[in-house]
């Protein structure tokens, strides 16, 4: 291996997907770079200019030359940090989040006409020789979020939401199998009858494995969705998946009109409860009860989905 072999494939690489282009690519006016800072901020609903510097390793006036032209496409707000008032805190408008998922949206089509190009025997080879590639120039590097992504559920995930859960919870918590049949029975009823438009699963996945999931599902309640089964792997914690999973509900509810957000937890389960409090969740009752063979502490929480920023 030598240093012009690598040359050679980035000249090749950055060829096949169009980087030199990239807004002709995806028919959109915004650069590689500026399509990367978009995901970014997509991704995580909470960030500072800070972050995203180094996060993206970018130059703070080039970030801040991006920023600028996104505020002045009205694709962001920026506002001092909650944390540090020295820090901007930067959130995607309602059209930046459109555009976010519009650019997502066609860069899936470019790497899925490429993929069609490969022949399905030849696919398992092509995604080891890209995880090998990682693998060896990460240098041990912890994965981060930028290798995480999350997509629809394939044949299969389905019944991972209802093992995991399952196992994750028994192994945590000690709860017995009537929660596992709690599971079974949401995910066959979202199997058996959905609706498309106004119902979502999300599967988190990480070096081809699922990681975490989500549900939204229409409640009983007028204009109301309901977010359900939100899991993260342990080892994959810390990664802002949670965030993502719930933040990714949060746009979905939006964009297609409920105007409230329910969800039912319990107690115990702190770290899912403040990522619900991050993202402007409000506790509006307990209830003590026995289920799953433990004592818990039932809790409804809700979000107005035309009271929260964006």
């Not at 650069?31 to 970014?40: D, G, I, M, P, W």
């Not at 060896?136 to 939401?161: F, H, N, Q, T």
């Not at 017995?176 to 995910?187: F, H, M, P, S, T």
Request: glycine share 8%.
């Amino acid at each position: 291996m030598t240093v012009q072999d690598i040359r050679t494939f980035n000249r090749f690489y950055t060829n096949v997907i169009g980087a030199l282009d990239y807004s002709r690519q995806l028919y959109a006016p915004y650069t590689l770079t500026e399509s990367r800072v978009l995901y970014e901020l997509a991704h995580a609903p909470q960030t500072d200019a800070a972050d995203l510097r180094t996060e993206l390793s970018l130059d703070a006036g080039y970030l801040s030359r991006i920023l600028n032209k996104f505020e002045e496409d009205g694709l962001i707000e920026r506002a001092p940090s909650k944390r540090d008032p020295r820090r901007r805190r930067v959130t995607l408008t309602a059209r930046g989040r459109e555009t976010a998922a519009l650019l997502a949206e066609r860069a899936n089509e470019s790497v899925g006409a490429l993929l069609a190009t490969v022949p399905s025997a030849d696919r398992p080879r092509l995604s080891e020789a890209l995880r090998t590639v990682r693998e060896i120039l990460s240098d041990g590097r912890a994965p981060g979020r930028e290798d995480v992504v999350l997509r629809d559920p394939s044949p299969g995930d389905l019944g991972w939401i209802v093992q995991r859960n399952a196992a994750l919870y028994a192994s945590e918590f000690g709860w017995n199998a009537d929660y596992e049949g709690l599971v079974a029975r949401i995910v066959a009823d979202f199997a058996e009858d959905h609706d498309p438009h106004l119902e979502r699963v999300w599967i988190a996945e990480h070096d081809g494995r699922p990681v975490g999931c989500v549900m939204c599902v229409r409640d009983d309640a007028p204009a109301t969705a309901r977010l359900r089964l939100l899991l993260v792997e342990p080892d994959a914690r810390g990664l802002g998946i949670g965030d993502r999973l719930v933040g990714a509900v949060i746009d979905f509810a939006r964009g297609v009109g409920y105007r409230e957000l329910v969800l039912w937890t319990n107690d115990v389960l702190a770290s899912a409860r403040r990522i619900y409090q991050r993202h402007g969740f409000v506790l509006v009752g307990e209830k003590p009860h026995r289920s799953f063979g433990k004592d818990l502490n039932g809790q409804d929480w809700r979000l107005d989905l035309h009271g929260t920023p964006g």
